[in-house]
C-alpha cells in the first residue's frame, strides 16, 4: 500500500446545503443516509444535475495518478470507478459523504475488503504512514511481508492490514510478479504508468 497524499475537501462538499439549513452538505447527506432504512445502497445526490459521485470521482482519481488507493494496481477500468468508503457506509452512514472516508480503489481491493473494518486499518493517506515503517516486499515471492521486531502497537496496525486487505492474494502477488518482471530492467519507463508503483522505489 503506497502512501498517498489526501487533497483538499472540494468546496461542493463544505458548502451549506441551504439558506435554510447552513449545516455543510456532506453533514446533511450524512444525516439523511443514516435515516435512511434499507443502507445496502446509496444514490448520491444530484448537485446542477450532476451526481455528486462523478463531481468527486476526477478528484480523487487524481489523488492517486489514477492508481487504485490499496494496491495502486494500474489503470483502473470501468468495474473500478466506484467510490470506495473506507468505513463502510452502511455501518457509518454519517460519513458516506465524509471526504476524508472516501477512496478509488480497484474491484479486486474493493471485494477483498468489503465491509471490513477495524480501527487499526491503516489508512495511505495518514499523515504517520509509510510502507516500509510497516511492510517489506519481498522480491523472490513477490509477497508483502511484515517487518520483523515491529512494536507491539505498530505490530498489530500491520496484522490487521495484512488480514482485511489481503495482500497477498494469489493474483495480487502474480499481477505484483508480473509487472515487476517487466519492468525492473526498465528505469526509464514513467513511473507513473507503473502497476504497484512501490516495488521499484
Same mark, same amino acid.
Given at each position: 500500500m503506497r502512501k498517498i497524499i489526501r487533497k483538499p475537501c472540494p468546496t461542493i462538499l463544505l458548502e451549506p446545503y441551504s439558506r435554510k439549513n447552513p449545516k455543510p452538505r456532506w453533514i446533511v447527506y450524512g444525516e439523511r443516509y443514516a435515516q435512511q432504512a434499507n443502507r445496502s445502497y446509496y444514490k448520491y445526490p444530484k448537485i446542477d444535475k450532476k451526481k455528486l459521485s462523478h463531481l468527486l470521482l476526477p478528484i480523487l482519481m487524481e489523488q492517486t495518478d489514477d492508481h487504485c488507493?490499496?494496491?495502486?494496481?494500474?489503470? &483502473?477500468?470501468? %468495474?473500478?470507478? @466506484?467510490? =470506495?468508503?473506507?468505513?463502510?457506509?452502511?455501518?457509518?452512514?454519517?460519513?458516506?459523504?465524509?471526504?476524508?472516508?472516501?477512496?478509488?480503489?480497484?474491484?479486486?481491493?474493493?471485494?477483498?475488503?468489503?465491509?471490513?473494518?477495524?480501527?487499526?486499518?491503516?489508512?495511505?493517506?495518514?499523515?504517520?504512514?509509510?510502507?516500509?515503517?510497516?511492510?517489506?516486499?519481498?522480491?523472490?515471492?513477490?509477497?508483502?511481508?511484515?517487518?520483523?521486531?515491529?512494536?507491539?502497537?505498530? &505490530?498489530?496496525? %500491520?496484522?490487521? @492490514?495484512? =488480514?482485511?486487505l489481503a495482500f497477498n492474494h494469489k493474483a495480487m502477488v502474480e499481477s505484483r510478479r508480473q509487472s515487476y518482471e517487466g519492468f525492473w530492467d526498465k528505469p526509464d519507463y514513467p513511473s507513473v504508468l507503473l502497476k504497484h508503483r512501490f516495488i521499484f522505489e
Open positions: 488507493s490499496y494496491c495502486d494496481g494500474f489503470p &483502473l477500468m470501468n %468495474a473500478d470507478t @466506484t467510490i =470506495e468508503h473506507f468505513k463502510p457506509k452502511a455501518k457509518f452512514p454519517m460519513d458516506v459523504c465524509n471526504w476524508e472516508n472516501l477512496y478509488v480503489a480497484c474491484a479486486h481491493c474493493q471485494s477483498v475488503k468489503g465491509e471490513q473494518f477495524n480501527e487499526l486499518l491503516l489508512r495511505p493517506d495518514d499523515i504517520t504512514y509509510h510502507f516500509e515503517a510497516y511492510f517489506f516486499y519481498d522480491y523472490t515471492e513477490h509477497k508483502i511481508k511484515i517487518l520483523p521486531n515491529l512494536p507491539p502497537h505498530k &505490530l498489530e496496525k %500491520a496484522k490487521k @492490514t495484512h =488480514e482485511i
